[in-house]
């Protein structure tokens, strides 16, 4: 890593200051820095990878790598195959797992994306202060008064390594504390991270507490060993594979599930968990079911697949409120506390601004493919509105903008993997001209309500392909356009660029055009 000899970023105030050094605050951290926006960036963990460098405990991801896309690994389109490498603007930097993987599966091993995440900091130089643990947080006046950046107030920050304080504080410290539902009993029994050896469940009628993809993880490894295999809670397991989207088990844990449909020695229960108790070498839990049959299942291990909490540590003390049972911090379009100015987040944490969640569908910000844009917008963000340094913005020519669109929609790697939740915006000013505002959140432009702009993006329902939608902004009031599917996914033939410009038309004849 950068600067091994000695540790940078020594207590003291900085203008901004970044939490964690697993992909989120990585990502964050380079592009804060490709925009010149100088920041601290501390971490407790003595290298990079935050919680890769953990798990999986079957040390397998979920998320692909796809080596042979047709798309060159250097370039931007490949990123919708590569669902693993953070984002680099150089070409040299960009799509770092591929050369790591060992070719086995397009699935990288838990070492192999730890390794990918390292390779990323020490080639693009990123630099941490490690084994800096964050303790503690205050507010308290900041020197540069009323007209000081976080209007007057700096947050301080108490940690191992001494006090640290700036007006704005990003946290990129994950989803990872192990959550325990109050379950009596529970509480004496090993969680997920605390998952033994498989060689010690040989032969053992095995509990899961939980369905949801870390349940199904453990069960899917512990088929060739155990006995028995018994996964347990209220709601129904759901699979990735109906659901079209994230939610749900991914298709790589599925086995146990038809082990179980075919009566092969896993138990899939839709049932609370009303008690755990010990019982000489093993357990009894007993189960109750929506008809109210309480059921106790004998067990000789129990594990708790309950999922994890948000470590906020003191912030909802100081102003921060959370949701939900993870206790993710509310957040605005932009990744800001809803409540405590000042504060934002980045990482799996942002998955807490939940943008529209169009027919029910959530982002895809709680795993590294849609995060990583959500660090890259929230760095142009935090340089513009906080650091008065603006992003570049290139002219379009009327005549380019609906296959450029098209383009996009069908191969911009951020629409592909935030559907309904990042947008590429184009201006249209009657003055200026019509520029390309970038990509922001959806959400954000529904209410911002300002000049008239087209955003476009890819959006799913649930059920069929994804599909363009494109929204327009003309004196105040927004218009939405739905394009249909394609079973190639190839949004630039002629009938997509004629229904597009029929729809732009419009509203561009009130465009400027470029000087």
Not at 371 to 395: D, I, M, S, W
Not at 474 to 482: A, F, I, K
Request: net charge neutral; with cysteine; glycine share 10%.
């Amino acid at each position: 890593m950068a600067e091994l000899g000695q540790k940078p970023f020594p207590p003291g105030r900085y203008r901004l200051i970044v939490v964690g050094s697993g992909p989120g605050g990585l990502q964050l951290s380079y592009s804060l820095t490709r925009l010149g926006i100088d920041h601290a960036l501390l971490s407790d963990d003595p290298a990079p990878g935050g919680m890769f460098r953990r798990w999986p405990v079957f040390q397998r991801m979920l998320s692909w790598t796809k080596p042979f896309a047709g798309v060159e690994h250097h370039e931007e389109a490949y990123e919708r195959y590569d669902w693993n490498s953070l984002l680099a603007d150089d070409k040299e930097n960009r799509a770092v797992m591929p050369a790591l993987m060992d070719g086995t599966s397009y699935f990288p091993s838990r070492p192999e994306m730890q390794k990918g995440l390292e390779t990323f900091a020490q080639r693009t130089g990123i630099r941490v202060r490690f084994g800096c643990r964050w303790e503690s947080t205050r507010a308290v006046p900041s020197p540069a008064g009323g007209g000081g950046q976080g209007g007057g107030q700096d947050f301080l920050l108490i940690t191992s390594d001494g006090e640290y304080r700036a007006p704005i504080v990003v946290f990129a410290v994950g989803v990872a504390h192990p959550y325990r539902p109050p379950i009596p009993g529970l509480e004496s029994v090993p969680h997920y991270g605390d998952f033994r050896p498989v060689e010690s469940y040989k032969d053992r009628r095995v509990f899961i507490v939980g369905k949801q993809n870390s349940g199904f993880e453990i069960a899917t490894g512990l088929l060739p060993w155990a006995r028995q295999l018994v996964l347990a809670s209220p709601s129904p397991a759901k699979l990735s594979v109906i659901t079209h989207t994230l939610v749900g088990v991914r298709a790589r844990y599925v086995q146990p599930y038809e082990d179980a449909a075919l009566a092969g020695g896993v138990v899939i229960l839709d049932t609370t968990i009303e008690e755990v108790v010990k019982d000489g070498a093993g357990y009894r839990v007993r189960t109750r079911n929506a008809a109210g049959r309480e059921l106790a299942v004998p067990a000789d291990d129990v594990i708790a697949a309950t999922g994890f909490v948000t470590p906020l540590r003191d912030l909802p003390a100081l102003g921060v409120a959370t949701f939900g049972q993870s206790r993710l911090p509310a957040q605005t379009p932009f990744w800001e506390s809803a409540t405590l100015p000042g504060i934002f987040f980045a990482g799996t944490i942002s998955q807490g601004a939940a943008g529209l969640k169009k027919h029910g569908i959530p982002s895809n910000s709680g795993a590294v493919q849609g995060y990583r844009y959500n660090a890259r917008v929230l760095a142009r963000h935090l340089a513009e509105t906080k650091f008065g340094v603006p992003a570049a913005r290139e002219r379009i020519d009327a005549e380019a903008l609906v296959p450029y669109l098209l383009e996009q929609v069908g191969h911009g790697p951020e629409l592909w993997h935030q559907r309904a939740y990042l947008a590429r915006v184009i201006n249209l000013d009657r003055e200026t001209g019509i520029t390309n505002e970038g990509v922001i959140p959806l959400q954000s432009f529904l209410d911002s309500g300002r000049s008239d702009a087209v955003a476009a993006t890819l959006e799913s329902n649930g059920q069929g392909d994804p599909y363009p939608v494109i929204y327009i902004r003309r004196d105040g009031s927004v218009s939405e356009h739905v394009l249909a599917s394609h079973p190639l996914l190839d949004f630039t033939g002629t009938d997509y660029q004629h229904e597009l410009r029929t729809v732009l038309d419009p509203v561009l004849s009130g465009a400027g055009s470029p000087a």
